[in-house]
């Protein structure tokens, strides 16, 4: 089992960066593929990015290429997500989730619980 804890979340200003961690517990984070994924409010959650297990090969949503960047540290068990330019629609509760690195929701194990960013105009 893997948990997860996400940590990072705040309120920014539109047009500045945020660097999102998730801390996975457990030896099983190095095999597993991971994703972020966010929810606004009134919406549903969408994938956001994804990564292989060695970071090496990584994909995102369009609305976020350019700006977003995953990465991960086997070494140290967590994964991030490097947020710049960000504008009031980011403004969700982020989720990274392992076993899988593609926006397909059913096929990820594990979640973590979320934390807030919230972008002001």
């Known amino acids: 089992q893997v948990q997860l804890v996400e940590s990072g979340g705040g309120l920014v200003q539109a047009g500045g960066s945020l660097r999102l961690s998730c801390a996975a517990s457990?030896?099983?984070?190095?095999?597993?593929?991971m994703g972020w994924f966010r929810q606004a409010p009134g919406k549903e959650r969408e994938f956001v990015a994804g990564?292989?297990?060695?970071?090496?090969?990584?994909s995102y949503a369009d609305s976020v290429k350019g700006r977003f960047t995953i990465s991960r540290d086997n070494a140290k068990n967590t994964a991030y997500l490097q947020i710049n330019s960000l504008k009031p629609e980011d403004t969700a509760v982020y989720y990274c989730?392992?076993?899988?690195?593609?926006?397909?929701?059913?096929?990820?194990?594990?979640w973590g619980q979320g934390t807030r960013v919230t972008v002001s105009s």
């Open positions: 989730a392992v076993g899988a690195m593609g926006s397909s929701q059913s096929l990820y194990k594990y």
């Open positions: 457990g030896r099983t984070f190095s095999s597993l593929p």
């Open positions: 990564t292989s297990r060695s970071g090496g090969t990584t």
